[in-house]
């Protein structure tokens, strides 16, 4: 007889405001918050404090967060810090502040649970020398993995300073949950939640071709990324991506072979609100690199993300598989 796999929910978040007091007032600070002001425009802005707001207990409690996920029928949840805790405009010594209580915090909160929560922690990608041993922390404090974003000041992620970082994650197993925070396409998206709407897929997409058309996926195949909302645009996009590189010698100067290749390698979140783009996902990249993820819990996340999986009408396998079969052999690598 076969035991049914828990239901895994990879994209779940925790607020920490021991950090936002950390770096509250401090140089710098204000200018980020300026321009992640000028990038949502003053409308998301008016919306974005109620519905956090309202949140709160679930973002910071655990006890709440396991009712909540009762309600869901969830059985573990991965816990990320949310976004907002990145402050890649940090210099080095309040960096090294930030990731640590990030780690630290995420992994206490988790510790309520811990048959039912595992934890991500931080690393500061705005400063490469730090991101290994930032890697190495949240690995000591129990979590099995950390979060990144989609790039970094100045910084994309096929930066070859990056390269250490990508061996210790290959070398260690450790989980990478790439999600982005806010978009460089600034205030062209200012207007109508365009800022995460447009924003969230596009870096997804601009992060992973990245990753695949520099060839960091070449040399380290063994990286374990989760892409969140389901990797963006690029993997329902993927037929351009492999003209150009059949097409162009420039396009095929980094990598060794086909992008659509590449998604075998890269996990995705279920989370692209849509159950045609689902299964859609699902055939170019494989049931099998395909988790569950809800955005737990903020209003772009979904309430009931085993329902939204069961409405793409999966084979039983395909079905079981991203509910939790694919997660928990992943997260028993750690």
Same mark, same amino acid.
């Given at each position: 007889?076969?035991?049914a796999?828990?239901?895994?929910?990879?994209h779940?978040?925790?607020?920490?405001?021991?950090i936002e007091?950390?770096?509250?007032?401090?140089?710098?600070?204000?200018?980020a918050?300026?321009? +992640? !002001?000028?990038r949502?425009?003053?409308?998301?802005?008016?919306v974005?404090g109620?519905m956090i707001g309202?949140r709160?207990?679930?973002l910071t409690?655990?006890?709440?967060?396991?009712?909540a996920?009762?309600?869901?029928?969830?059985?573990?949840?991965?816990?990320?810090?949310?976004?907002s805790?990145?402050?890649?405009?940090?210099?080095e010594?309040?960096?090294?502040?930030?990731?640590?209580?990030?780690?630290e !915090?995420? !992994?206490?909160?988790?510790?309520?649970a811990?048959?039912?929560?595992?934890?991500?922690g931080?690393?500061?990608?705005?400063h490469?020398?730090?991101?290994?041993?930032?890697?190495?922390?949240?690995?000591?404090?129990?979590?099995? @993995?950390?979060? /990144?974003s989609?790039?970094a000041? @100045?910084? +994309?992620?096929?930066?070859?300073?990056?390269e250490?970082?990508?061996?210790?994650?290959e070398?260690?197993?450790?989980?990478?949950?790439?999600?982005p925070?806010?978009?460089?396409?600034d205030e062209?998206?200012?207007?109508?939640y365009?800022s995460?709407?447009v924003?969230?897929?596009?870096?997804?997409a601009?992060?992973?071709?990245?990753?695949i058309?520099?060839?960091?996926?070449?040399r380290?195949?063994?990286l374990?990324? /989760?892409?969140?909302?389901?990797?963006?645009?690029?993997p329902?996009h993927?037929?351009?991506?492999?003209?150009?590189w059949?097409?162009?010698?420039?396009?095929?100067? @980094?990598?060794?072979?086909?992008?659509?290749?590449?998604?075998?390698r890269?996990h995705?979140?279920?989370?692209?609100?849509?159950?045609?783009v689902?299964r859609?996902? /699902?055939?170019?990249?494989g049931?099998?690199?395909?988790?569950?993820?809800?955005?737990f819990?903020?209003?772009?996340g979904?309430?009931?993300?085993?329902?939204?999986?069961?409405?793409a009408s999966?084979?039983?396998?395909?079905?079981?598989? /991203?509910?939790g079969?694919?997660?928990t052999a992943?997260?028993?690598?750690?």
């Amino acid at each position: 007889m076969t035991t049914a796999p828990p239901t895994v929910d990879v994209h779940a978040h925790v607020l920490l405001p021991e950090i936002e007091a950390l770096v509250d007032g401090l140089p710098g600070h204000a200018q980020a918050r300026a321009l +992640e !002001a000028r990038r949502n425009g003053p409308d998301a802005l008016r919306v974005n404090g109620p519905m956090i707001g309202e949140r709160i207990p679930r973002l910071t409690d655990p006890s709440v967060r396991l009712a909540a996920m009762d309600a869901q029928g969830v059985d573990v949840q991965l816990v990320s810090p949310s976004p907002s805790h990145y402050h890649y405009w940090a210099g080095e010594e309040t960096a090294g502040k930030v990731y640590r209580l990030a780690n630290e !915090a995420t !992994a206490a909160h988790c510790s309520a649970a811990p048959d039912r929560l595992r934890g991500l922690g931080l690393v500061p990608l705005q400063h490469p020398g730090q991101a290994v041993r930032a890697l190495d922390h949240a690995c000591a404090q129990g979590l099995v @993995g950390v979060e /990144i974003s989609s790039h970094a000041p @100045g910084r +994309e992620l096929s930066d070859p300073e990056y390269e250490p970082f990508w061996d210790r994650a290959e070398e260690t197993g450790a989980l990478l949950f790439l999600h982005p925070f806010g978009c460089t396409l600034d205030e062209r998206l200012d207007r109508w939640y365009l800022s995460n709407t447009v924003g969230q897929p596009t870096e997804n997409a601009v992060a992973l071709s990245h990753l695949i058309f520099s060839g960091v996926l070449d040399r380290h195949p063994g990286l374990r990324i /989760i892409a969140a909302h389901g990797g963006g645009y690029l993997p329902t996009h993927i037929g351009r991506a492999d003209h150009a590189w059949t097409a162009r010698a420039d396009a095929r100067a @980094g990598c060794a072979h086909p992008p659509s290749s590449y998604l075998k390698r890269i996990h995705f979140d279920s989370l692209v609100h849509d159950p045609v783009v689902l299964r859609e996902l /699902i055939r170019v990249t494989g049931a099998e690199q395909v988790l569950l993820g809800s955005d737990f819990p903020f209003d772009m996340g979904s309430e009931d993300p085993v329902g939204a999986l069961r409405a793409a009408s999966l084979s039983d396998a395909d079905f079981h598989a /991203i509910r939790g079969g694919n997660a928990t052999a992943l997260l028993r690598k750690d």
